[in-house]
Structure formats: structure tokens, C-alpha cells
């Protein structure tokens, strides 16, 4: 047996179970390994969709991915996916081939590009360690929440596997939660008991099976208002006392009520400048708690009056058992009340701005939400019009939005529900893109068409880079560097075998509402023109983060 399939075979046994990639000389042995071995491969056109594909998968599954690409260029096209991955902290295993003649064509500093995004890389350095390698590899992944590289030459791969070796990996032990200090948990139950208005903002790190029922328990014995960060959204769905998203993406009622916080409590979430508006939504006199099982990440983005290194839901349940009386805090009628009125954006009034000829993103929205299935998975582009479908559309829970926006880039969003997508096959898959990021990730139409995925694609055409237009065009700036002939979307997406519509007003939703009703044989696309004469409400937030 060569070392590229005793590798497949372990990774395979080490848990992964699917695949993403584009295939070629380097990796092909590895990668029919893995799928001979019982995993699945998605097949990308670009291997910078395999890579958000992968990431994408992962996170909403909740399970080890690989990507899997040929060495030198096939690596330098996946680096944006990767790079965000990296930058997200996704258990992801990239498995690259790797040539070490310095004078191939194919030769590039692949360590070195890994450390340049964040990533951890490793290398399969002989026969004889091969399996331990890749078992390592995974284990490094999962326990420390890491994008890995692991580098497989090609000399290594074409080896024998010494006799008597075995090929399985099994999986490594799972990752022991963290348990909190009785003294911090003391500390946190201090300050929670002198809250007046204390708020809970949940992140990422708050998504295990038992994190909303702890939390949500622990925030009615104090009185605690419920928010997320953009990543965690819809943890706390359904709950009268969500705030929904806590930072630029915040409706007006709930940046009112966190801001008037006396104590703010961050629940495996980073409380960074995007989650609290560069520090505007934290009061002078705020009381800030900060709980995470990584030490390195309390007090990253800001210092916290009280710093908890603890597993969320441990820390959680332990704070519960301390005991302590029930308490209103801020959970009052008239606090109940205004959620209920208007802490959803679609509640919140506007002048609608549509035309004729261009529907206001928000009415576009708020009409998609209606329509749509209630059991969704999203996920969203970057660019000035993704703030309206990531708050406009609904999801059901933490696992209906799949946010891919550590690094910024557009062109990622196609990719992202895709990956989703085939995490939840129980759902109705939405992607969300810029006519901007549409264009760049044109090519994996073919890849949702081919997999046969029901999904839905709204494209926000407003025929610009519309964060720059918005940004520079009020000072006087020329704009014919971010602005474009009108594009026939939906004409692409037909050519990709999509059925598709042009949307101009609210009428034209009719077509959405009969591919609803029917067999959804093909996906559908939504061209939709919408409104150009306005910037989203978050954009200058965003450009202070810059």
C-alpha cells in the first residue's frame, strides 16, 4: 500500500467524512483513497469555492471537512477560503500535495503560505510516521479549533507503507470541555447578582446542544435580555427576550437596550468592534464578563472586568447551581413589550424607495422572508447589501446562518450555502450575493446544479461595488472603477442550467412563490435590481474597522 492511501484510509477512520476539492495529479490518489475509504467528495470548479465549501460544511454540520488540492497553484487558489477558515478558527484539514524540488514549476514556500492566514502546517514526512502524522493532524485540527495544512510530497506519497503497518487511524479522544473555577464562577455570580439590566451576548462558542438551554435558564433566574453575535444568530429564536444580533447589524431598539446595559455578559463570543459597534454599545460604567474555554481569547478585543476561562454551558450550569433568588432585572413589561413591537428590523418603519424598475432591498427582503420556508439555511456574501438578508431573513436557529465574513472577502458567498447546504439536507438551502460576488463565484452554478441542490440564489443587482460607491461617492469621488453595464443574471444562471427570474417589484415574486409550490427540479435564481441610491445602514461601520 503507498502512503497516499494508507493516509485517505486514516484520515477516513480518524473521522472525515467529506471531502471538497479540486483534483489533480497530486492528489488524486489521496483523494480516491478517502472516497474508497467511505467518504464523500464534493467536486468544486475552483478551489477557492472547495475550500469555503469545506469551511461552510463544517461549521454547520459541526464536524471535521477536508479540502483536498493539487500542489503549488492548486493550494495559491484556494488561499482566500482558506484564509478565512483560518481567520474563523474552523476544525478544517487542507490537504495539500507538495513538491520539494526547488526548480519545478509547482514550487512555492507552502509552510510559510499557511503561517502568512493563520493556518497550522504539518507535513507527512515518511512512511513509517504517515498515519501517525495524519491522526495528529486531525486531532490538532479539533482539539485547538485550527485550519491545518497538511503538506504530502510527492515523494512520500509514492512510498510503501512498511509491512505489518497498520492503515487505521481511529478516531482521537474528543475534546475534554473545560471546567471553570469555582473562585470565577463566584465572580460571575457576584456581578450578575448586583445586575440591573444585565444582557447576555452569545457567540460561537455558545452553539453546543445544551448552550441555549443553560444560558436562557441562567438569564431568567437574573433578569438578563438575550442577543448573539452575527455567527450565532438565531440561537435564541423564539425567545421573547431576544435581541437578536448584538453590534452594526443591531435594529435601532436593541442597540437602545444593550447600550443601556449596567452588565454585559460574552458568552464564547469575542466582543469585538463588530459585535459592539467599536465599543459604542458599552456604556461607561458597563460591568463587562467575558467566559471562554481559550485563555487567549478573554480580553483580545477589550479588557473585561471579569474574565471566566470556562466550557459556556459548564460555566453556565455551575453559575445556576450557585443558587440565588429569581430576580426582574430587566426583563419588564415595557421591556417586553417594545421587543415584541420592534426589535426586528422588518418592524421597524421605512420609506420604501422602490421604482419601477428597482425594488428597495428591504421590501425585497421582508417579501423573501415571507415566502421562504421557515426551516432555512443562509448564507450571505459580503458587501453593502448583505446586512439586509442577514437580518431581514429569518432562520430557525444557530444553524441557519452560516456567516463567512472573518476576512471580508466577497465572492464567497455561493460556496458558503453550498457547504451548508449539504450539512443540512433537510433544509431549504438561500444564497445571498452581490451581483459583484455573484460574478466572481459564477463558476460554482455549475457545481449547485450538478449536486442537484434545491436551493435558492437572490442576487442583490445593483450593478456596483456598492460599498465603495456608498463610501466615496458622497465626497465627489469618480466611481467608473466600481461601477458596471447592467448584467442579465438570471441569463447566466439559465445558461447553468438554474431556472431564474428578473425582479423589479413585488410583483414579480409571483415566479418564487411558483417555484415554491412546484417540483424544484432546478435550483432558482433571483435577479433583483434593486435600489441604488442609499448605502446599508451598518456600511460605515465597517469602514472604521478598515
Known sequence: MKVAEAVGRA???????????????????????????????????????????????????GSLAALSVHQGPGLTNAMTGVAEAAKSRTPLLVLAAEVTEPRSNFHIDQEALARAVGAVPLRITSAE??????????????????????????????????????????????????????????????????????????????????????????????????????????????????????????????????????VIVGWGCALNMWTTRHGRLIGADTTVVQVDDDVSALGAHREAGVEVTGDVERTARRALEAGGEPRQGYRTAGTAEAIAARVRW???????????????????SIALDDLLPAERVIGVDSGNFMGYPSMFL???????????????????????????????????????????????????LDTVR???????????????????????????????????????????????GFEAVTVRTRADLRAVEDWLAGPRTAPLLIDAKVVADRGAWWLEEAFRGH
Open 11 to 61: 484520515l477516513c477512520s480518524a473521522g472525515v467524512g467529506h471531502v471538497f476539492g479540486v483534483v489533480g495529479s497530486g492528489n488524486f490518489h489521496l483523494t480516491n483513497a478517502m472516497v474508497a475509504a467511505g467518504a464523500r467528495f464534493v467536486a468544486a470548479r475552483h478551489e477557492g469555492g472547495a475550500a469555503t465549501m469545506a469551511d461552510a460544511y463544517a461549521r454547520t454540520s
Open 129 to 262: 510516521l504517515a498515519v501517525g502524522q495524519a491522526r495528529a493532524a486531525v486531532e490538532r485540527a479539533l482539539h485547538e479549533r485550527r485550519t491545518v495544512l497538511l503538506n504530502l510530497p510527492l515523494g512520500v506519497q509514492a512510498l510503501d507503507l512498511p509491512e505489518g503497518f497498520p492503515a487505521q487511524a481511529g478516531p482521537p479522544p474528543e475534546r475534554p470541555a473545560v471546567e471553570p473555577s469555582a473562585d470565577d464562577v463566584a465572580a460571575l455570580v457576584r456581578v450578575l447578582e448586583r445586575a440591573r439590566r444585565p444582557v447576555f451576548v452569545a457567540g460561537r462558542g455558545a452553539r453546543s446542544p445544551g448552550g441555549r438551554a443553560a444560558l436562557e435558564a441562567l438569564a431568567e433566574r437574573h433578569g438578563a435580555l438575550l442577543a448573539t453575535s452575527a455567527v450565532a444568530r438565531g440561537l435564541f429564536h423564539g425567545s421573547p427576550w431576544s435581541l437578536d444580533v448584538s453590534g452594526g447589524f443591531s435594529s435601532p431598539l436593541a442597540a437602545e437596550l444593550i447600550g443601556a446595559a449596567d
Open 346 to 364: 422588518r418592524d421597524v418603519p421605512y420609506d420604501d424607495m422602490s421604482t419601477r424598475e428597482r425594488i428597495d432591498p428591504r421590501t425585497l
Open 394 to 444: 429569518s432562520v430557525p436557529d444557530e444553524n441557519g446562518l452560516c456567516f463567512t465574513q472573518a476576512f471580508q472577502s466577497i465572492g464567497l458567498g455561493l460556496a458558503t450555502a453550498i457547504g451548508a447546504a449539504l450539512a443540512r439536507p433537510d433544509r431549504l438551502a438561500v444564497a445571498a450575493l452581490g451581483d459583484g460576488g455573484a460574478m466572481m463565484g459564477a463558476a460554482e
Open 450 to 496: 450538478r449536486l442537484g441542490l434545491p436551493m435558492v440564489v437572490i442576487v442583490y443587482n445593483d450593478d456596483a461595488y456598492g460599498a465603495e460607491v456608498h463610501h466615496f461617492g458622497p465626497d465627489g469621488y469618480p466611481l467608473a472603477a466600481v461601477e458596471f453595464p447592467p448584467t442579465d443574471i438570471a441569463a447566466v444562471a439559465r445558461g447553468h
